[in-house]
Nanobody, 121 residues
């Protein structure tokens, strides 16, 4: 069983920072691309940032220059450093990963349970 467990959400004031973590557990052969998505109330889930196994990144325009995605392959963990937070960043943040389980050939896509980020004005 593969699980993605997020941590690091919380309440922060405008201009503040938070660091989200997502740890992947289970018997895994390979972790390919990982990403962070968010969903605000009444809105669709949107991509925030993604990182490939080789470290290439891409970001939503709304977070470029403020958020940084990174990964520690030895720890099977991906991070999202969020700086200069704005009220419009308020959302549930979800970790996502393309993962190949041990003994399998095909990657499957997995989601974490989400962590709430609230930015007060």
């Amino acid at each position: 069983q593969v699980q993605l467990v997020e941590s690091g959400g919380g309440l922060v004031q405008t201009g503040g920072s938070l660091r989200l973590s997502c740890a992947v557990s289970g018997i895994i052969s390979r972790i390919n691309a990982m990403g962070w998505y968010r969903q605000a109330p009444g809105k669709q889930r949107e991509m925030v940032a993604r990182i490939t196994s080789g470290g290439s990144t891409n970001y939503a325009d709304s977070v470029k220059g403020r958020f940084t995605i990174s990964r520690d392959n030895a720890k099977n963990t991906v991070y999202l450093q969020m700086n200069s937070l704005k009220p419009e960043d308020t959302a549930v943040y979800y970790c996502n990963g393309d993962i190949v389980r041990f003994g399998q050939q095909r990657e499957l896509n997995y989601w974490g349970q989400g962590t709430q980020v609230t930015v007060s004005s």
